[in-house]
């Protein structure tokens, strides 16, 4: 089934926002999952997917709209735009609530955990809590014509129109008037000096090629007092406030004392190794742990004067296993599909009595939530912060103990 003008309509009332960006409404004894939705509103929607068990569906118009719609913040998103910004039309406050809700509901159902009503849940602002404007990194991709853009939600085709809200003023200027290769990724960033970075990555079968069309490969990124030089083409926190947000976190949360051990899972630059390194003395020992290699020559780079810190390349499965002694706190920061059962096993049989899990998924923090539980761990402490506004994506921290 295709969203277009011959795809079938349905008026629906939502109920309960669902994880995803989604909201819950009920046709024919099935679930149908509406984008563009607000809780408690009834919309003309058209389907776009048949799941058998369940149906899916865009909001086209507002019959009844919730008391928490707004007028679009992004100009370019929607149903018929760029899925860059899929809660856009819901004032920010309400969209701290909904996902405070969705997280709440899936810690619930997927990990066995009453973290809050569904009703109380939310999400906490992150730096000063504005909705627009927060990035600091973009990919942009590029059509047959050579014209970049960003993608529609779930497909190959492109919107044209750069002006997303999530970006600072100027971030982009200029680039919807280049021509570049077809195919290619566009990555923009603005690093923490104010410096504006365009790298051109491109190519498929012999590998990747990257050209620095502005600026350098590698950006100044600032935390805690310390500098990393990071590619522009290599993970880095997108909302300008996380990295300091999240690396005080680990600070307080990990109640090092001199002469202890960590372990930096899913590590990257090494943020969390350089919070863990100061909390356990130079008589202590941090390990960090990442498979990009890009990530592992940041952190070397950027911790090379901390004699305590050991930088690894590899798969957190293979360091793990390849580990004699246990850490007494590790911290965890995997992509968005989670750690995974074989990674909490390997864990939990290390015997590392405290965990910081950071998750960027409701899903799958609260399936890797369950699996910690089901070794005898405890929530006994849970944050979720909204650290990309305007969009139905969030962070959850957890610290785990036993």
Same mark, same amino acid.
Request: with cysteine; net charge negative.
């Given at each position: 089934?295709?969203?277009?003008?011959?795809?079938?309509? /349905?008026?629906?009332?939502?109920?309960?926002?669902?994880?995803?960006?989604?909201?819950?409404?009920?046709?024919?004894?099935?679930?149908?999952?509406?984008?563009?939705?607000?809780?408690? @509103?009834?919309?003309?929607?058209?389907?776009?997917?048949?799941?058998?068990?369940?149906?899916?569906? @865009?909001?086209? %118009?507002?019959? %009844?709209?919730?008391?928490?719609?707004?007028?679009?913040?992004?100009?370019?998103?929607?149903?018929?735009?760029?899925?860059?910004?899929?809660?856009?039309?819901?004032?920010?406050?309400? !969209?701290?609530?909904?996902?405070?809700?969705?997280?709440?509901?899936?810690?619930?159902?997927?990990?066995?955990?009453?973290?809050?009503?569904?009703? %109380?849940?939310?999400?906490?602002?992150?730096?000063?809590?504005?909705?627009?404007?927060?990035?600091?990194?973009?990919? /942009?991709?590029?059509?047959?014509?050579?014209?970049?853009?960003?993608?529609?939600?779930?497909? $190959?085709?492109? &919107?044209?129109? /750069?002006?997303?809200?999530?970006?600072?003023?100027?971030?982009?200027? +200029?680039?919807?008037?280049?021509?570049?290769?077809?195919?290619?990724?566009?990555?923009?960033?603005?690093?923490?000096? #104010?410096?504006?970075?365009?790298?051109?990555?491109?190519?498929?079968?012999?590998?990747?090629?990257?050209? *620095?069309?502005? $600026?350098?490969?590698?950006? &100044?990124?600032?935390?805690?007092?310390?500098?990393?030089?990071?590619?522009?083409?290599?993970?880095?926190?997108?909302?300008?406030?996380?990295?300091? /947000?999240?690396?005080?976190?680990?600070?307080?949360?990990?109640?090092? %004392?001199? $002469?202890?051990?960590?372990?930096?899972?899913?590590? +990257?630059?090494?943020?969390?190794?350089?919070?863990?390194?100061?909390?356990?003395?130079?008589?202590?020992?941090?390990?960090?742990?990442?498979?990009?290699?890009?990530?592992?020559?940041?952190?070397?780079?950027?911790?090379?004067?901390?004699?305590?810190?050991? *930088?690894?390349?590899?798969? *957190?499965?293979?360091?793990?296993?390849?580990?004699?002694?246990?850490?007494?706190?590790?911290?965890?920061?995997?992509?968005?599909?989670?750690?995974?059962?074989?990674?909490?096993?390997?864990?939990? $049989?290390?015997? !590392?009595?405290?965990?910081?899990?950071?998750?960027?998924?409701?899903?799958?923090?609260?399936?890797?939530?369950? =699996?910690?539980?089901?070794? #005898?761990?405890?929530?006994?402490? =849970?944050?979720?912060?909204?650290?990309?506004?305007?969009?139905?994506? &969030?962070?959850?921290?957890?610290?785990?103990?036993?």
């Amino acid at each position: 089934m295709s969203a277009d003008d011959s795809a079938e309509e /349905l008026t629906l009332t939502t109920v309960a926002p669902a994880n995803g960006g989604s909201c819950i409404a009920r046709h024919d004894g099935r679930v149908v999952f509406v984008r563009y939705a607000l809780p408690g @509103e009834t919309v003309r929607a058209r389907l776009v997917g048949d799941r058998g068990s369940y149906l899916n569906a @865009e909001a086209v %118009e507002v019959l %009844e709209p919730s008391a928490d719609r707004i007028d679009p913040l992004c100009p370019i998103a929607g149903a018929d735009g760029a899925g860059c910004c899929d809660l856009a039309f819901a004032e920010p406050a309400a !969209v701290r609530r909904i996902k405070g809700e969705v997280v709440a509901n899936q810690l619930a159902r997927l990990g066995g955990f009453q973290w809050r009503d569904e009703a %109380e849940a939310a999400a906490e602002p992150v730096g000063d809590g504005a909705a627009t404007g927060w990035r600091t990194r973009v990919r /942009l991709d590029t059509s047959d014509d050579g014209r970049v853009g960003f993608h529609r939600y779930h497909s $190959g085709d492109l &919107v044209h129109r /750069l002006d997303c809200a999530q970006l600072p003023a100027g971030m982009v200027d +200029g680039l919807a008037d280049m021509r570049w290769a077809p195919g290619s990724a566009v990555h923009v960033v603005l690093d923490d000096d #104010g410096n504006r970075h365009v790298v051109v990555a491109a190519g498929r079968d012999r590998g990747v090629r990257t050209t *620095v069309v502005e $600026g350098d490969y590698e950006t &100044v990124q600032r935390v805690a007092g310390r500098s990393w030089r990071v590619p522009a083409t290599a993970f880095w926190q997108a909302h300008r406030a996380a990295p300091e /947000l999240y690396s005080a976190l680990v600070t307080r949360w990990a109640r090092l %004392e001199p $002469g202890m051990s960590a372990w930096d899972l899913y590590g +990257g630059a090494g943020v969390f190794a350089a919070a863990l390194a100061a909390g356990v003395g130079p008589d202590g020992s941090v390990l960090t742990v990442d498979t990009s290699r890009g990530a592992s020559r940041s952190a070397r780079a950027a911790l090379g004067d901390l004699g305590n810190v050991t *930088v690894v390349t590899d798969s *957190v499965r293979r360091a793990l296993g390849a580990q004699r002694e246990r850490a007494d706190v590790a911290v965890l920061d995997p992509p968005r599909t989670g750690a995974g059962r074989e990674v909490i096993d390997l864990l939990a $049989g290390a015997g !590392v009595p405290r965990i910081i899990h950071i998750g960027c998924e409701a899903a799958s923090f609260a399936r890797d939530v369950g =699996l910690y539980r089901t070794h #005898g761990y405890a929530v006994e402490e =849970l944050q979720v912060y909204d650290s990309f506004p305007l969009t139905h994506h &969030v962070e959850c921290v957890a610290v785990l103990s036993r």
